[in-house]
T-cell receptor, first 111, second 120 residues
Framework: QKEVEQNSGPLSVPEGAIASLNCTYS??????FFWYRQYSGKSPELIMS????GDKEDGRFTAQLNKASQYVSLLIRDSQPSDSATYLC???????????FGSGTKLNVKP | GAVVSQHPSWVICKSGTSVKIECRSL??????MFWYRQFPKQSLMLMAT?????????EQGVEKDKFLINHASLTLSTLTVTSAHPEDSSFYIC????????????????FGPGTRLTVT
């Protein structure tokens, strides 16, 4: 079983819609959760970090964390074609230096 | 803030030669740096974690004698691919996490732009 699971997609949404990206993790000792965006041929870019249960909003992005269900999601409101990329979910375990990345979900926002 | 650079951005080398990749944190002190490798259409694979002034910790299956990592200062880590072969051709990405001498540390990793290595 992988530490972090993501649906590979592609997830296709029309411009202006809400894109919902999901991630599950296996280790209940996970403490910190991150969403990265990676454009093709580029390195990942940090979008959001979330550490406690609930929602965290930053502009058009909302991260949601449910530790009981071991589930973290990213909502992108008013999706734009420029949001088309692969979104990586990352989890930090209680071991300070141990991070795990999911395989990523490819998002396509159609004009 | 939190800018990480890598040099070179791309490199082509002949089989059997060695290649050094530099990773620098430009506006913060990076107590910990990570090295990843990514093959086309695959996810990031953590190769090793390096802490300033100590030996790197390599992930299972990564040859430490082939991938030499040096984290000599709080702003610089280097990865040397020794005796490179075509199967080492990949996108190598470093990331850094800031830390302060007093012990405060960010959990967020900031990635460099990556180095595309092609071994012919």
């Amino acid at each position: 079983q992988k530490e972090v699971e993501q649906n590979s997609g592609p997830l296709s949404v029309p411009e202006g819609a809400i894109a919902s990206l999901n991630c599950t993790y296996s280790d209940r000792g996970s403490q910190s959760f991150f969403w990265y965006r990676q454009y093709s041929g580029k390195s990942p870019e940090l979008i959001m970090s979330i550490y406690s249960n609930g929602d965290k909003e930053d502009g058009r992005f909302t991260a949601q964390l449910n530790k009981a269900s071991q589930y973290v999601s990213l909502l992108i409101r008013d999706s734009q074609p420029s949001d088309s990329a692969t979104y990586l979910c990352a989890v930090r375990l209680y071991n300070f230096n141990k991070f795990y990345f999911g395989s990523g979900t490819k998002l396509n926002v159609k004009p | 803030g939190a800018v990480v650079s890598q040099h070179p951005s791309w490199v082509i080398c002949k089989s059997g030669t060695s290649v050094k990749i530099e990773c620098r944190s430009l506006d913060f002190q990076a107590t910990t740096m990570f090295w990843y490798r990514q093959f086309p259409k695959q996810s990031l694979m953590l190769m090793a974690t390096s802490n300033e002034g100590s030996k790197a910790t390599y992930e299972q299956g990564v040859e430490k004698d082939k991938f030499l990592i040096n984290h000599a200062s709080l702003t610089l880590s280097t990865l040397t691919v020794t005796s490179a072969h075509p199967e080492d051709s990949s996108f190598y990405i470093c990331s850094a996490r800031w830390g302060l001498a007093g012990g405060s540390t960010s959990y967020e990793q900031y990635f460099g732009p990556g180095t595309r290595l092609t071994v012919t």
